[in-house]
Each structure stands twice: as C-alpha cells, then as structure tokens.
C-alpha cells in the first residue's frame, strides 16, 4: 500500500500534471480583474465619478480598480503614467476617462494606442471620446489617415454635443451579451455627442434621441426657431487593430448623478466584463 501511495504521487505530479494545471487555472479565475482608470482634464468632476465608478465596478463584480486622477481642469491634461512604453502591463482593462482634448503630441498618443493594439481591452467614457484630436477633425477622417488613430480605436468619430437635457437611450440589439435583457431608459440632463462616422469594426448597442431646445445663438437668427429632435449612437463596440483587441465606449456619463446611476453603471460593468472576455 505504501508504494502504491507513492506511485500515486508520483504519477500525480509526472503524468497526472493536468490536475495541478486545472487547479492553477481554478485560482486564476477567482482572482479579481485588474482594472486602470485614467481620468482628469476639463469640465468635469472627476473626483467625485472615479469614486462612484471603483465603489460601483468593484460591487458588482471581482474587481480592483486602480485609479489614475489627474487633478488638471484644462484640456492639456496629462498623464504621467503614459510616458512609459509599458504603462497598461499588470492590467486586464484600461477604463479611459480623460477629458484632453489639446493633447496632440503624437508620440504620446501612439504610446497609449499601442498597447490596444498589443491586446489590452478598452473601455471609453463620455469625453474620452474628445481627447487626443488633431488636424481637422470635424471632418470626417479616413482610415489610417496621420489624425485618425485615436477615432480607430473607439470604432466612431464624434466632435461635439448639443445642450444638456434628457436622453432617451434605447438598446437596439437586445441580444448583445453586454445589453442582454437591459432596459431601456431615460436619463438626467445629458450631453448627447454627435455622430460623424463609424467604422467597420463598429457595432451599435445604443441609440439615443434627445429633443434640443434652440441655443440663444440659433434663437437670435430665427426668435421662431423651434425644437428639433436629434438621434446619435451612444453605446457601441469595436474591435481593434491586428489583435481584434475589445473595445467598448459609451457617450453618456457627463454628471455625476449619470455616473452613479445603476443603469449606467451596469452597463458600464458589462462592458468590462465582455472586453476581458468574461
């Protein structure tokens, strides 16, 4: 019995290795996402919604967020931890939230790029999508054009918003696993960020329609001017670069009662969860 006990053993860890393999991969999965929030720059609280995103990522699921603050309130903000070649290593997801939309220096940028072209998911937030923009882009970019990186990863273009009123924000493909039996809703006073294009990668989870009132500018040239409606994707995925690296980004979140809202950060946690894989 005992050379049978040490034959056992030894078989375990010669030819049964798959059982430890199995056991490590068991422990892998209990460990809880490594999660990087960047966030700062102009025109938001950002103090207050790093907060309300770690507290609500990290009750909804296994998750540490690390959060990255820049306490900068100008467009030119940046980050420290981007100067490095390997600044998204040890993280599973990058959650940008910056606001830095006269950073245009190009090396810095293709520094955060490439590590989503390496493989590391993205998830973008609200004036992330107007960061990191250059030459004219208000118009239009091609693909692969010098003004175009920052556009390719998002999987959309967008350059501005009209006034804050509510959203009605609507799931347009109901079998989606990051919109899956969501509900749709209508938000707080909201920005709504315009469309200019969409690339091919790009797969549309959310539309939202919002009636603007007419700006005093738009009232001074006609006092008659009524109401428009106006209808802009605001959640949506992309796939990226030669590694179909994940992305998922949604326009909405420019206060804090959106951002501490459950609905959004539900939507905001699946996102997460399907750009890991998960």
């Not at 467009?75 to 997801?93: C, L, Q």
């Not at 091609?142 to 175009?148: D, F, V």
Request: a negative charge; one cysteine or more; hydrophobic letters at 35%.
């Amino acid at each position: 019995m005992k050379r049978l006990a040490i034959l056992f053993l030894s078989l375990s860890f010669v030819s049964g290795s798959g059982v430890l393999v199995h056991a490590e991969e068991s422990a892998d999965a209990k460990k809880p996402l490594q999660v990087l929030l960047v966030a700062g720059g102009c025109c938001h609280d950002y103090e207050t919604q790093t907060r309300l995103l770690k507290e609500g990522i990290e009750q909804r699921i296994s998750a540490e967020v690390t959060v990255v603050h820049n306490p900068s309130k100008g467009t030119d903000t940046r980050f420290e931890i981007y100067e490095s070649d390997d600044w998204a290593e040890g993280f599973d997801v990058v959650i940008h939230d910056e606001c830095s939309a006269s950073v245009t220096e190009r090396p810095y940028v293709d520094r955060i790029l490439n590590a989503h072209r390496k493989g590391v998911p993205a998830v973008n937030l609200h004036c992330a999508m107007h960061s990191y923009r250059w030459g004219d882009y208000r118009q239009p970019v091609e693909p692969g054009a010098e003004n175009a990186g920052w556009y390719e990863m998002l999987g959309l273009q967008s350059t501005g918003h009209g006034p804050q009123l509510p959203i009605d924000v609507t799931y347009t493909d109901s079998k989606h696993p990051i919109v899956a039996g969501l509900e749709n809703w209508t938000t707080i006073n909201e920005e709504l960020y315009n469309n200019v294009r969409t690339f091919d990668g790009a797969e549309v989870l959310a539309r939202g329609d919002q009636l603007q009132t007419p700006n005093k500018k738009e009232l001074k040239a006609d006092p008659n001017a009524k109401p428009r409606a106006a209808t802009a994707v605001v959640a949506w995925t992309n796939l990226y670069g030669p590694n179909q690296t994940k992305i998922f980004s949604t326009t909405l979140g420019h206060n804090n009662d959106t951002v501490g809202d459950d609905r959004y950060l539900n939507l905001i946690t699946r996102g997460i969860l399907w750009v890991v894989g998960k």
